[in-house]
């Protein structure tokens, strides 16, 4: 949900110093938000705030997701707000799919780091479980790998039994580097297949 991002600044890049504008934006934000949402995605795996952020601080794992490029859109990251021509989106009759679409894609460079690629969902087609929306699998998204943080204490059995049924991946282990900052594969754990029971 887009609410419930950690970024407060989501769909609220464009220079809003005009207090009616303001209004104007976090009302079509609230709009946006009960129909709409995001798959966030990183291009890469080896940095360890993403791991702490976003994976219980090292003792979760990573999902590859092949995503199609179709989906995919890319984050672009600015230092300084959009300056957009307010007085043309109001005689234009609202927000268009295109500048929604760069409101929903643009963030402040403080993000970079996370190299972030979003996928936008439609929330209807969510499933709903334990107070948390899921997005099924298929038309453009397939999980590939999945790796296992340096602090994970998972054991292949366990997330063997957590994929769904039919899936085959292949589990990878990672490690804090030894001459870097970074998160890299554990080579002295091999990569294994696992498939789904049942």
Known sequence: LIKELNDPFELLAANLSNRGDRQRFLKWKEEKSQNIGFLCFSKRKINPLLWSHYADKH??????????????????????????????????????????????????????????????????????EDGLLFEPMGNGLNIVSITAGPLCELG?????????????????????????????????KRSERIKSIG
Do not use: M
């Not at 230092?79 to 402040?108: M, P, Y």
């Not at 490690?175 to 870097?180: D, K, L, N, P």
């Open 59 to 128: 003792r979760g794992v990573a999902l590859e997701i092949e995503v199609d490029d179709q989906l995919a859109v890319p984050v672009r990251y600015r230092r300084t707000r959009i300056k957009l021509d307010i007085h043309k989106i109001k005689s234009n009759v609202g927000f268009s799919e295109k500048l929604a679409e760069q409101l929903g894609s643009t963030k402040s460079n403080h993000w970079l780091y996370e190299e972030e690629v979003r996928v936008p969902i439609d929330l209807k087609d969510c499933q709903f």
């Open 156 to 188: 292949s059995n366990e997330i063997r039994n957590s994929l769904a049924k039919g899936n085959e991946i292949t589990l990878h282990y990672a490690r804090i580097a030894f001459r870097s900052f970074d998160v890299v594969s554990n080579k002295a």
